[in-house]
Every structure is written in structure tokens, then in C-alpha cells.
């Protein structure tokens, strides 16, 4: 066995070649050995596992000597528990370094990149934009990469809920980076710009290919695929994706990803289509487990799909954190059998479920129920049990305007217009306008435009123009599309100068009628009266030995064998009883009516 002066120079060697893990293994010989510098190799041990990658070692390590560390360490501490999810820990661990070490400043960088990136990866993107742009507006000495804080800007913004302009990024665009143009593409793609999107890809796909590896090539041309699909060009997303799968490597996340959006082009049914073997071909198992490594939108929506999978296969969904995962669970527990039970009777049992649970509260999963009950019966054009759901849960609705409300206040006026209660629309509108405040407009301003743009519609002027005074003060970067008094008047005036040079007489010469109903036009002497045609018979052409000097039968009228001239068929005849062969001469000599009279006093 080597000695400790042997170790340690073996130790500097690999520590500073970046060959970490034969660095871990020589600090683990040194610690059995009984170094004196316990502290110090326990550290570089601790790096080591963390740049191979090896967090769950790490962690083993952190509890094994957590005597001898006395609680140092805490940025690899952090790092770890953002790696393996430990997500509680990590909340616990911040919060008190935020009050020893003033973690919101912006001179601890390192703290503040792990928590933007925890942040992130938690779906908590409004804080880890604000932390990236502080990091940028405090980055005078470069102590960052300015291009590296860009595209992370970029990501965080992209993944927001709300959509943001160019001019709220602190970071300037470097078009020579394909990882900042593939993060201003996600921008772009979120406020709903594709053109822009697939614009910024093409020249991401261009750098990427000259400087690029394997796999940031195929990122672009995945997001690429993506944005074709939306934009309705089907045929070139399917050729990027079949592409992709042939090149990747089977089992890779890459190449997953690429089949399951290849799958997306089929229409999916549970009536038609064979759920279990469609499982087992997008090879869920190992999809499951390869997500991790996405971003947290990404995460939930594959896994949402995934649980739909699973519930119209028949398997047992449990319920976790997830709102859909709760919400499948309960629907599980109360149909029967999802497959075969129909819409009508799965709508008419959730109905009743989820007033009941209305009646207890609108927390919890809640939400999910009521959404799933109203498709059911807007599926079965149930709109009035609809509307009562959705009533029912926003008058129990203590809090107001959070999340949930919102959502049902969505669905409500969708189920208004469907079904023309306007004056029900308009005193939901009124009621929202009466209780908004600053805070639930800076909470989420995109519902408050579209509350405003409701209230113009509906005839409130007034109300309408408050609404949007008060977003443009609060949300500055919400677009909002003519919204001022000013603006509608260049526009009307715009219009009006449109139309001047318009010769109405000129056109009523050609024969141009203006825009008015049918019956109005047929009665205006003006443009004359439109004469009804009338429709003209063909002569239908006569059979053959067709008579014109014959006579119709008299006895047309009546049934076969009740005119005179009918003589029964001998089969008929042989079939009937004995005693009704009667010929039909015979039953004419019974009727009295056709008998000869005879005179009277003629012997």
C-alpha cells in the first residue's frame, strides 16, 4: 500500500487532469489511512463524486461524516439535493443559508445559480428569471459567462406562463451562439410568432452543424419538428422525425422522444385503438425513467400523457402530487369501467360526485374533477348541468381570483356563449370588474385582458377602458392590440379614408345590390323586381301500346281481388280449405243485386 505522501501527490494529479473518480478512489484510501487533513480530502472527495456525476454516493457521504464536515459544504450540499429531487431538503438548507449568508445577493453568485436552477427544474420560472437577470445587471467583472447567462435567461423566460418581449430581457441577442438562438426560438415560440421561431432554429441548425455536437443537433432538430407541426407543415415535421429515428440510438432519450412524436400523427381512440401494445411501443418503462433529465413542462406533460395511456388500458392509477393524477384516480374509483361504460352514464355519476364535493370546499383536486365533469357533459351537450357546475364552484369559492377561479370563470363564459346567456355573461363580467384588485392583476394580466377585451365587446366602454389603463400601468409587457381611445380613433379614421374614393351610384349601374336581405331587395321598385320562374315539366315519355282512345279502367281504384275481372290462380285455389273453392261465377249468382227482375203479370 502506497503511503500518505504517495496518495497525495497521486491525489493533486488526478484532481487537476479532471480524473475524478481515480480522485475519489485515492481520497477514499486516504481517509481509511487516517489523514490528518481529514476536512480538506473529505471536500475534494465530495467534488470528485459531484463532477462524475455520482450524486447518490455523494449524499451517502455527506451522512457518513457529517461530524467531521460540521456542516460545510452547504453549496455542494445544495447542488446534491437539487440533482437527486430531494426538493424539501433543498427549501429547508436555503432558507437558512438565506439568513446567515444573504443568499439574495448578488455577490454569492454560486448560491444563486444553484437556486435558479433548482428554481427551473421546479417549475418556478418568474424567480429564477429574476435571479439570472440580476446576475446579468451585476456581471461588470465577468465573473460569468455572458453568453451562458443569456441562454439561461432565455430558457427561464421561455418557460414562463406569461408571455414577455424582447425589451424585458436584460441579456443581448449573440447571433454566433446556437444555444442562445435555440433558447430566443422557445421565446418566440411562446408568444405564438412561428415564423420567427423556426427562423432563429434554422440559423441555431446552421451553427450547430459547423461547431456543434451530435446531440444539440438533434435538440434543434426536434424543437424544429415541433414548430412545423404547429404551423400545419405535417409532411416536413414527419421527415425530421423519421430522421432522427433512424440516426439515434435505440433506447436514447433522443430517439424516444422522436418516436412518441411520430406517434402524435395518429388519431388515437379507446374504441379502436389497442392501448396496452400502443404502451409497449412507445416504451413507456424506459420513457418514464429518461424525463427526468427534461425541463419541468416538459416533464409533466409526457407524464400526464402517459397516465391517460394507462387509464384507458385499464391500469390502476394512483393518486400522488399531481392534479391529474388525483383527478384520474377519483374518476377511476367511480366509473366502473371507463372503456365500455358510455359518456352519458359516466357524465350523470360525476355529476353528482362533484357537487358533493363542491358543497365540502373548492381545494385540493377539486378543480381537476369539475374540469372533467363539464367535458363529459358539454361531450353529451349537456350545457345547462355545465353551467350549474361551474356556477356552483365559483360561489364557493371563498378566495377569489386564484388559480381554480380563474379556470372556471374561463370555462363559464365559453358555456355562456355557447348557449347565448349573455345577460348571465354580462353580470359575471360586472361582478369580476366590481372585486379586481392591483395584486390579481399583476398575479396574472393575461385573464384581465381578456376580461377587458370581453367587457368592450359587451358594450362597457368605461369599464373596458379602466381595465386596460390599469394593465398597461401594472403589466407594461402585455401587448395590448388597440386598446386606447387614441388608437381606435387613427383607426376609424383610417377606414373613413378608405371608403372616400367610393362611387356607390357607379356601382349600383353595374348591377352591385347593397347589403340587404332577399325580401328586401324584391321589394324595392329601385332595382326592379326579381320574377319568380316557374318550373317547367318535360313531357314524360308513354309506354308502347299506350291507347289514347281507350278508356281507364273504372275499377282502378280498387283492390285487385275485389274487381270483377280477377280470377284467382290455380295454386291459390288448391291451397284454400274445402268448401272456399268457390268460382268467383258462382259467388256472382249469390248476389241478389245482379239478378234479372221479372215483370209483373208476365206468367
Not at 109 to 133: D, M, P, S
Not at 174 to 190: K, P, Q, T
Not at 498 to 507: H, Q
Not at 509 to 515: D, M, N
Request: proline fraction near 2%; charge should be positive.
Amino acid at each position: 500500500m502506497k503511503d500518505l505522501t504517495s496518495l497525495l501527490s497521486d491525489l493533486n494529479v488526478q484532481y487537476n487532469s479532471n480524473r475524478h473518480l481515480e480522485a475519489a478512489k485515492v481520497c477514499k484510501e486516504l481517509i481509511e489511512a487516517g489523514v490528518e487533513d481529514k476536512v480538506s480530502i473529505l471536500g475534494q472527495w465530495l467534488v470528485s463524486l459531484i463532477k462524475s456525476d455520482c450524486y447518490k454516493q455523494g449524499w451517502d457521504l455527506l451522512k457518513q461524516y457529517d461530524e467531521e464536515l460540521k456542516g460545510l459544504y452547504h453549496l455542494e450540499r445544495l447542488y446534491i439535493f437539487y440533482k437527486l429531487g430531494y426538493t424539501k431538503c433543498f427549501e429547508a438548507l436555503y432558507e437558512r443559508l438565506k439568513d446567515t449568508e444573504q443568499a439574495n445577493s448578488f455577490e454569492n453568485r454560486g448560491l444563486l445559480h444553484v437556486r435558479a436552477q433548482f428554481c427551473f427544474k421546479n417549475g418556478k420560472f418568474e424567480e429564477a428569471t429574476e435571479i439570472y437577470q440580476l446576475l446579468a445587471t451585476h456581471n461588470e467583472q465577468h465573473l460569468d459567462n455572458e453568453t451562458e447567462l443569456a441562454c439561461n435567461e432565455r430558457a427561464a423566460v421561455g418557460s414562463r406562463h406569461r408571455s414577455s418581449s424582447e425589451s424585458y430581457l436584460v441579456t443581448s441577442l449573440n447571433e454566433d451562439s446556437y444555444d442562445l438562438l435555440f433558447n430566443e426560438s422557445l421565446i418566440a415560440l411562446r408568444r405564438g410568432d412561428l415564423n420567427l421561431s423556426l427562423k432563429y432554429l434554422n440559423q441555431a441548425s446552421s451553427l450547430a452543424a459547423q461547431e456543434g455536437s451530435a446531440d444539440d443537433q438533434n435538440a434543434i432538430e426536434l424543437q424544429k419538428a415541433y414548430v412545423l407541426q404547429a404551423s400545419g407543415a405535417k409532411n416536413d415535421a414527419k421527415d425530421i422525425l423519421n430522421d432522427l429515428v433512424s440516426k439515434t440510438v435505440a433506447g436514447s432519450t433522443m430517439h424516444l422522444l422522436a418516436q412518441n412524436n411520430l406517434k402524435s400523427f395518429h388519431d388515437f381512440s379507446k374504441y379502436t385503438t389497442n392501448i396496452p401494445l400502443l404502451l409497449r411501443e412507445l416504451n413507456v418503462a424506459k420513457l418514464s425513467y429518461k424525463v427526468s433529465s427534461l425541463g419541468h413542462e416538459q416533464q409533466q406533460i409526457i407524464l400526464n400523457n402517459i397516465l391517460f395511456l394507462n387509464l384507458f388500458s385499464g391500469c390502476s392509477i394512483q393518486s400522488k402530487k399531481s392534479l391529474v393524477s388525483k383527478t384520474l384516480a377519483n374518476y377511476q374509483k367511480k366509473i366502473a369501467n371507463i372503456v365500455l361504460e358510455p359518456y352519458s352514464t359516466q357524465a350523470r355519476l360525476l355529476f353528482s360526485h362533484t357537487m358533493s364535493a363542491i358543497s365540502c370546499g373548492t381545494e385540493g383536486s377539486v378543480i381537476g374533477l369539475l374540469v372533467l365533469t363539464v367535458q363529459l357533459h358539454v361531450l353529451e351537450k349537456n350545457f345547462d348541468k355545465a353551467v350549474v357546475l361551474c356556477e356552483a364552484f365559483l360561489n364557493k369559492d371563498v378566495k377569489g381570483f386564484s388559480y381554480e377561479h380563474r379556470i372556471a370563470c374561463y370555462i363559464l363564459f365559453q358555456l355562456y356563449r355557447e348557449t347565448g346567456g349573455s345577460s348571465s355573461s354580462n353580470w359575471l363580467l360586472e361582478n369580476l370588474y366590481a372585486k379586481v384588485s392591483d395584486d390579481s392583476v399583476k398575479e396574472d394580466p393575461e385573464f384581465w385582458r381578456y376580461i377587458a377585451f370581453s367587457l368592450l365587446a359587451q358594450g362597457f366602454g368605461a369599464e373596458s377602458e379602466d381595465m386596460f389603463a390599469k394593465l398597461q400601468k401594472l403589466s407594461p409587457e402585455l401587448q395590448l392590440l388597440n386598446s386606447s381611445t387614441e388608437q381606435r380613433t387613427d383607426l376609424n379614421s383610417n377606414l373613413d379614408s378608405l371608403v372616400e374614393s367610393i362611387d356607390v351610384n357607379s356601382l349600383k349601374k353595374l348591377g352591385i345590390a347593397p347589403f340587404e336581405g332577399q325580401r328586401t331587395r324584391m321589394k324595392d321598385t329601385s332595382l326592379g323586381k326579381v320574377a319568380k320562374k316557374r318550373r317547367v315539366h318535360k313531357n314524360r315519355k308513354l309506354p308502347k301500346n299506350f291507347d289514347a282512345g281507350r278508356e281507364p279502367n273504372p275499377e282502378r281504384w280498387l283492390p285487385l281481388k275485389d274487381r270483377s275481372d280477377f280470377k284467382p290462380k290455380k295454386k291459390l285455389a288448391a291451397k284454400q280449405t274445402q268448401g272456399s273453392a268457390i268460382s268467383r261465377k258462382s259467388e256472382q249468382s249469390l248476389d241478389i243485386s245482379k239478378k234479372k227482375r221479372t215483370k209483373k203479370g208476365k206468367k
